[in-house]
């Protein structure tokens, strides 16, 4: 099925483990975004990728990487994990303005 | 400084009756504005969107209401169903720039 898929569903790291969360898009989408979602919180994007080649900081990127690796795949990496970003992380992609984005089923990640 | 904002963190509404879904927001530069509804454990999914340049827009159930002047927009839904029970997210968007989320409303429709 068309859309954005996320791997893992679910993760359980300790302090300072490091790990990379994979997602991918089927849509030819140009623009990729991650964001987090925490209680209270709503959405808070961290970081994005207008097209391929490109990726800019979003509201909240400190203790993250990304890699826009092709036109299909976006990752996020945490190099450090720290308890603040237990959280659920969504993948999600758009072709234009003005369209909804597609978003993933999330990613499920605990700091202990 | 939150952009958008969701004053409301929960509705609970009548089945069949309005349920009506308010948003706020600062940045008068947004050209689009789109609701999004989740359920728990999955993604986001897009219901509907306007335009900066329209003040309505129609889906079925789905209305959505922008007022520029008083940067508020709103979503009605009617009539509503147990189905609709979710969460809400306004969200905008600027061109070739990234959708800024609101906080959320909790939606609870009883039969």
């Known amino acids: 099925n068309a859309g954005v898929t996320q791997t893992p569903k679910f993760q359980v790291l300790k302090t300072g483990q490091s790990m990379t969360l994979q997602c991918a898009q089927d849509?030819?989408?140009?623009?990729m975004y991650w964001y987090r979602q925490d209680p209270g919180m709503g959405l808070r994007l961290i970081y994005y990728?207008?097209?391929?080649?490109?990726?800019d900081k979003g509201e909240v990127p400190n203790g993250y990487n990304v890699s826009r690796l092709n036109k299909r795949e976006f990752s996020l990496r945490l190099e450090s994990a720290a308890p603040s970003q237990t959280s659920v992380y969504f993948c999600?992609?758009?072709f234009g303005a003005g369209y909804g984005y597609t978003f993933g089923s999330g990613t499920r990640l605990t700091v202990v | 400084d939150q952009q958008v904002k969701q004053n409301s963190p929960s509705l609970s509404v009548q089945e069949g009756r309005i349920s009506i879904l308010n948003c706020d927001y600062t940045?008068?530069?947004?050209?689009?504005f789109l609701w999004y509804k989740k359920y728990p454990a999955e993604g986001p999914t897009f219901l509907i969107s306007?335009?900066?340049?329209?003040d309505k827009n129609e889906d079925g159930r789905f209305t959505v209401f922008l007022n520029k002047s008083a940067k508020h927009l709103s979503l009605h839904i009617v009539p509503s169903q147990p189905g609709d029970s979710a969460v809400y997210f306004c969200?905008?968007?600027?061109?070739?720039?990234?959708?800024?989320f609101g906080q959320g409303t909790e939606l609870s429709v009883k039969p």
């Open positions: 306007i335009s900066s340049i329209k």
């Open positions: 990728s207008a097209s391929e080649g490109t990726t």
């Open positions: 940045n008068s530069m947004f050209d689009y």
């Open positions: 999600a992609s758009i």
């Open positions: 969200a905008a968007l600027r061109q070739g720039g990234k959708l800024i």
């Open positions: 849509m030819n989408h140009n623009s």
